[in-house]
Nanobody, 127 residues
Framework: QVQLVESGGGVVQVGGSLRLSCVAS????????MGWFRQAPGKEREFVGL????????LYAEAVKGRFTISRESAKNTIYLQMTRLEPEDTATYFCVAGNIVYLSKYYATESKYTYWGLGTQVTVSS
């Protein structure tokens, strides 16, 4: 059973930056992607972005494209979410996810396709 542990959340001012980390308990051999979802208070959880474990290319939600970047450090079983130009709308609990998704272009934002979830880390953007 793979465990995902997020860290790096906190309070940041509008326009600031923050980097989240997610460490997998093992190599997560049965997953093809790792990524992030988020859930703001009173809203449904939404897809943020992902990184392919082979090749390392990324895919992002429109709301964060150009501001957020996902990278990986395979030797440490770790992915990162670098967030820049943060906005109040980015305030949410951020969840690290991992899964084996065959039809990625169709299912990348489908929660049920991600087998493993972290407990989340809170990000608050204050104005």
């Amino acid at each position: 059973q793979v465990q995902l542990v997020e860290s790096g959340g906190g309070v940041v001012q509008v326009g600031g930056s923050l980097r989240l980390s997610c460490v997998a308990s093992d190599s997560a051999f049965d997953t093809t992607v790792m990524g992030w979802f988020r859930q703001a208070p009173g809203k449904e959880r939404e897809f943020v972005g992902l990184i392919r474990r082979i090749g390392g290319s990324g895919l992002y939600a429109e709301a964060v494209k150009g501001r957020f970047t996902i990278s990986r450090e395979s030797a440490k079983n770790t992915i990162y979410l670098q967030m820049t130009r943060l906005e109040p709308e980015d305030t949410a609990t951020y969840f690290c996810v991992a899964g084996n998704i065959v039809y990625l272009s169709k299912y990348y934002a489908t929660e049920s396709k991600y087998t493993y979830w972290g407990l989340g880390t809170q990000v608050t953007v204050s104005s």
